[in-house]
């Protein structure tokens, strides 16, 4: 099994957002980055996937800054065998140009799966896995959280609105993961150690021009401040007025 | 002049709710490119419900059939949308449901163009259009120009409120050749046992301390249940580390993180770390006997009282109005 | 009513924290030739002058050493106020400059003030706490940036596992045994679990920080006394993005706290609109309902500081001991067979100057000294380590701690007689009075409980401590097995002694019974010194700090 991880370095979803000066942009003084949690999974599953059967590889791939490097050690720690880091000073709003970088790096790579997380937690795009795998003329299926290989075949399960969609794919294949697909594991000490010394290439991104240009980041609007209804059992047939005709939630 | 083309949705021949939004936000942006509104739908024949798309605004309904598209078949659709899409239109708009989710990042890479993804404000300026979008989880909003042709951008749901904008809905019949796709969806397999999750419920009631033990949880379901299978009942930290309630359930920083259209705090105070599982959520009501408490701050409607008397009393009058 | 602490302080659990090397439990095994527990100021210098010593001469071949650290990632479990005198970062890197170093300023301007409720007496700045020449900055990114350079001298920074237990062959320490990952409320494995890690070393290098529970466990083992035992006290921090600028660094003393407690309170600008602000007390006052984070709440509403925060955003927040017994409470010896004890877990902080950072580096440079002869000999035993405690001896490390012994010490006596003691002290060069004043240990001082003045935070400048404790970026997961362990019979008046000294909220007293909140905990070891003992627990566990 060949199977490459495209991974993302994120700011960790506890950050507290601060807009940089330029208005346009988070201010990365005292935010954290870490390993896009939905690609935890995805690694996961390549190498539970390589465990299975028997030999192969795992590769991950990055493309962001520099910094990015970190991030991929991370997936390096935790089994994958090595790493590509395609550098941009920033990743673009535009998904299709990550998706263009990306497929250029895995075409001709022989994978017989690709994985990605089903979104990344800072843009929340939801488009990066499809679009390369678009690009790459391949089957895709999305939002993965069972899956089941066989013999060059895949069935996979993913969560629609009131149940979940059976889908099934030919290999090799893009696959983008979801929450429950596997518990991923903790870097052990010897996977740290070990993956100092994995091959980690860094090359430039081959983005192309953005069809997106980010105009503003902002705070959300203030919620607005809230009422009292009234106190006790009195006010419950107002409340519910209020949410069927003010708040329309009913 | 541009027209927009509205990519809707069906689900076993029945148009799915979600699509008057599509069509209500396509209609927004061809009002101001003075542009019509194609409503295209993939199936494997006719389907049923169309016409409200024509009431919601759209000029033209296109239904494209092919024998294999009585599901979702994500390379048959994509060829079929990005066909006609091609014939020369200024935006599509999709829903950032599952489906469009899937669907839209395909279409846009067919054409070479961005995906603006599940946006929540739409305008035209300057004959570009301009989306805002929710991101690091909706505790900043970003503002992007669309400056690629066409504009490919998919709504967030429950966002884009259906408005009548009676239109003719001229009603098309194309039929899709070729094959439906490697991908192939069998069939949807029902949820199951009915107990929603509260990272997905529509409605979560919690709990917290003010419930005073365990049993009284049971009028949370009661109230849940009133809400006839959209509620689900969470909890907060203090009591889930007590014991009284699994994990699972418990909403907040190290719980799950919720953005119910309604959230009903019980007996919950309000700490940080609460409000930081549940403050995107659309409407929050919060019942507690201190009327100092902090979870009134963000609450949109408060109840001052004995959670004991106003929850059976709400039970009482939400089930009263859903029957 | 009055109790003593100590009566209700079960047993540091050393039966757990000192295992013979080879005993079950463990999953992988790592031979390294030197093991730091702890990244932080001591153990990453320490680590970083061995590398460069190695680099220099190779007569003793590539070495591999390793640091531990508990936190998630570099820093996230250190905090510090802090003024830092730059002199050891100096020595560790001779080719850089001050501005090299991950400072966020020089001090430029400095005041002292002496609080009483509503107002301030601007006082003269003592000359131990005078800072020209010293850098503000953030613990928690010259703990980062040390990691960095430590790495990139090839040493292995492992974060996310906490050491849980010293391995010993008869006397000598021969590494430690990490903590497992992924057991369940009742102590059993989840499918996420990993068995504990055994890291075997020639020297293990306790660099654990204040009230380091392996350091307290060797002492304890090997009987290494002190002439005092060890005092602490608990800082509780705030960092702030204010309206209004700041120019100074800020120290007071007086107000809020009782005549018989010891402490201050400081305010250093990071930024001139990043302002950390924080108090601290020392543990052996009297007072069973003195609560160290509703002072430093009651204090952000003096006019002192109110106008510099009113109107600005609290964005993190967090707390630790330090340990203020000084030159008397130093371990007899800070090394033994194949281990060295460093920075704070030995106690290395001069209460008067408040230092300890450039203390700690000293010691972990020393101790990288002396465990390189050692490695070069062959031979890490006791009396060849001994080398870093004369080196120690011989420093102005030991020098400065014994020109202040008995500052603190002269506290013990309240306030007022205590600002006269100490300032006879400085005139004299620490001559007067002579001699050592005898301390007991914070835990054996009686408390007093007295009612408590309820205090309700109004969330925009005053917090909670549920609030708190998710401003210190804590998410621990909440089905680990609890850490903390109690003591037997503990009285409801003993249970709310510990729910005012904890500053996270994790002891409640609910219905007359304590209720144990372990996910709050963020390692401040509060009430290790004074009741529940704090164990290592599951990695990456605890606070986050970014900017403490």
Redesign the interface.
């Known amino acids: 099994m060949k199977i490459a991880v495209c991974i993302k370095r994120v700011a960790d979803s506890e950050t507290r957002v601060k807009i940089a000066a330029d208005g346009k942009s988070l201010d990365e003084a005292g935010v954290k980055f870490i390993l896009n949690p939905y690609d935890e999974f995805a690694v996961e599953e390549a190498l539970q996937r390589k465990e299975k059967a028997g030999s192969g590889e795992v590769v991950v791939i990055a493309c962001g800054a520099a910094a990015a490097q970190e991030t991929i050690r991370t997936a390096l720690a935790m089994g994958a065998d090595r790493g590509v880091l395609l550098e941009t000073a920033s990743v673009p709003a535009d998904g299709l140009s990550v998706a263009r970088a990306l497929a250029a790096e895995l075409t001709d790579g022989g994978f017989d799966l690709i994985l990605f997380g089903k979104m990344a937690i800072d843009d929340y795009n939801h488009q990066v896995g499809p679009m390369t795998a678009e690009l790459l003329g391949m089957p895709c299926v999305t939002c993965v959280a069972h899956l089941d290989i066989a013999d060059g075949k895949g069935a996979a399960e993913r969560e629609v609105e009131g149940g979940m969609e059976e889908v099934e794919f030919p290999l090799p294949a893009v696959l983008t993961v979801d929450k429950g697909l596997n518990e991923p594991r903790y870097p052990a000490l010897k996977g740290i150690m070990a993956a100092k010394k994995k091959p980690l290439d860094v090359k430039p991104a081959a983005l192309g021009a953005s069809g997106l240009e980010v105009l503003a980041l902002t705070p959300p609007p203030e919620r607005k401040e809230g009422r009292i209804v009234g106190e006790g059992v009195a006010a419950v047939p107002e409340l519910l007025n209020l949410l069927r005709l003010e708040a329309k939630v009913l | 002049m541009s027209h927009v083309l509205a990519v809707l949705e069906q689900r076993e021949g029945a148009l799915r709710k979600v699509s008057q939004e599509v069509v209500t936000g396509a209609r927004r942006l061809a009002d101001a490119m003075s542009g019509e509104v194609h409503a295209l739908i993939c199936a494997a024949g006719a389907v049923s419900g169309t016409d409200v798309a024509g009431r919601c605004g759209a000029d033209k309904v296109i239904t494209a059939t092919h024998a294999g598209f009585a599901q ?1 078949a ?2 048959g659709y ?1 060829r079929a949308v990005a066909e006609r899409a091609r014939s020369g239109y200024g935006a599509v708009l999709f829903a ?4 469009g ?2 669907l ?3 279409v ?3 054409l ?7 946006v929540t404000d739409l305008a035209v300026e300057g004959g570009a259009v ?1 989306v805002t ?16 042709t066409p504009a490919v951008v998919s709504l967030r749901p429950n966002v884009f ?1 259906p408005v009548e904008r009676p239109k003719a809905g001229a009603v098309e019949t194309v039929t899709v050749s070729g094959d439906a ?11 199951a046992g009915g107990a929603l999750d509260v990272a997905e419920a529509p ?1 979560v009631i919690s709990g917290g301390r003010g419930l005073k033990e365990p049993a009284n949880f049971k009028l949370l379901e009661e109230l849940a249940r009133a809400f006839g299978g959209k509620a689900a009942v969470g909890a907060s ?1 203090a009591v ?2 007590a014991g009284w309630r699994p ?1 699972g359930d ?1 909403v907040g ?3 799950k993180t919720v953005s119910p ?2 959230y009903i705090a019980v007996g919950i105070s309000g ?3 609460h409000l ?1 599982g549940m ?1 995107t959520a ?5 019942i507690n006997k201190d ?2 408490a ?1 979870i ?11 959670l004991f ?2 929850v059976p ?2 039970t009482e ?2 089930g009263k ?1 859903q029957s | 009513m009055s109790f003593v602490p100590s009566q209700f302080q079960p047993p540091l659990p050393v039966d757990r924290l000192i295992l013979k090397e080879g005993v079950e439990g463990a999953g992988d095994k790592m031979e390294l030739d030197v093991l730091f527990v702890g990244a932080g100021p001591a153990g990453l210098a320490g680590a970083i002058e061995l590398a460069r010593l190695a680099k220099q001469d190779p007569s003793v071949g590539e070495l591999n050493i390793g640091v531990l650290e508990k936190a998630e990632a570099l820093g996230e479990h250190s905090l510090s106020g802090a003024v830092v005198n730059p002199r050891a970062l100096r020595e560790l890197f001779p080719e850089m400059k001050d501005a090299d170093f991950p400072f966020r300023g020089p001090v430029a301007k400095e005041a002292v003030y002496l609080l009483t409720a509503g107002g301030q007496v601007r006082l003269p700045t003592p000359p131990t706490m005078q800072n020209h020449g010293n850098y503000v900055a953030s613990l928690c990114e010259i703990v980062r940036w040390l990691g960095a350079q430590a790495e990139a001298l090839g040493v292995n920074v492992f974060t996310g596992f906490p050491a849980a237990a010293l391995l010993t062959d008869g006397d000598r320490v021969t590494g430690v045994r990490t903590a497992a990952t992924g057991l369940g409320r009742d102590g059993q494995p989840l499918s996420s679990y990993m068995a504990p890690n055994d890291l075997t070393a020639k020297v293990t290098a306790l660099s654990e920080g204040t009230r380091g529970v392996l350091t307290q466990a060797w002492l304890e083992w090997q009987r290494v006394g002190s002439e005092n035992p060890q005092i602490f006290a608990l800082g509780v921090k705030e960092i702030w993005e204010t309206k209004r600028p700041l120019d100074r660094i800020i120290h007071t003393l007086g107000w809020p706290l009782p005549t018989d407690a010891f402490g201050g309170s400081f305010c250093y600008p990071l930024e001139p609109n990043l302002v950390a602000l924080g108090i601290v007390v020392g543990l052996d006052y009297g007072d069973a309902g003195l609560d160290i984070h509703v002072l430093l709440q009651r204090l952000k509403n003096h006019p002192l500081f109110r106008p510099y925060l009113e109107g600005g955003e609290m964005v993190e927040w967090g707390a630790k001991t330090i340990p203020e017994g000084g030159y008397y409470a130093l371990p007899a010896r800070r090394s033994g067979d194949g281990v060295v004890v460093l920075g704070d877990a030995a106690g290395l902080v001069d209460v008067p100057s408040l230092k300890g950072i450039h203390y700690a580096m000293q010691s972990g440079i020393y101790a990288a000294r002396a465990i390189f002869q050692g490695l070069k000999s062959g031979d890490t035993s006791a009396s060849r380590l001994a080398e870093y405690d004369r080196l120690l001896n011989a420093s102005y490390v030991v020098h400065d701690l014994h020109r202040t012994r008995n500052m603190r010490l002269a506290f013990k006596s309240g306030f007022y007689a205590g600002g006269i003691k100490a300032s006879l002290m400085t005139l004299t060069g620490g001559r007067f009075p002579g001699g050592r004043i005898a301390m007991h240990a914070d835990a054996d001082a009686p408390r007093r409980s007295n009612a408590v003045e309820p205090f309700t935070p109004d969330g925009k400048l005053t917090f909670s401590k549920v609030d708190a404790v998710f401003k210190a970026g804590n998410s621990t997961r909440d089905t680990i097995p609890s850490h903390l362990v109690v003591g037997q019979d503990v009285s409801p008046e003993v249970a709310r002694f510990y729910t005012h000294l904890c500053p996270a909220g994790v002891y409640e007293e609910v219905d007359g019974k304590l209720r144990v909140n372990a996910p709050n905990c963020v390692d401040c070891k509060a009430t290790d010194v004074l009741g529940p003992r704090w164990t290592p627990r599951e990695g990456g566990s605890g606070p986050k700090y970014k900017r403490m």
């Open positions: 979702y994500p390379e994509t950032a449901s599952a489906q989710k899937d839209a990042p395909r846009a890479a067919q070479g163009v961005a995906l603006a993804a599940d301009i979008r929710p991101v690091f989880a909706g505790k900043a909003l970003l503002k992007v120009k669309v400056t690629a409120t796709g490697r991908v192939v969806v069998k069939g949807i397999k029902a949820a409605i930290r889930v580390d994990h418990q920083q190290t719980g259209s309604l700490a940080i770390q930081a403050r659309k409407v929050i009501v919060a009327k100092d902090p009134f701050k963000v609450a949109d409607y408060g109840v001052v009282g004995d008397e106003i009393a709400l009058a939400v109005l």
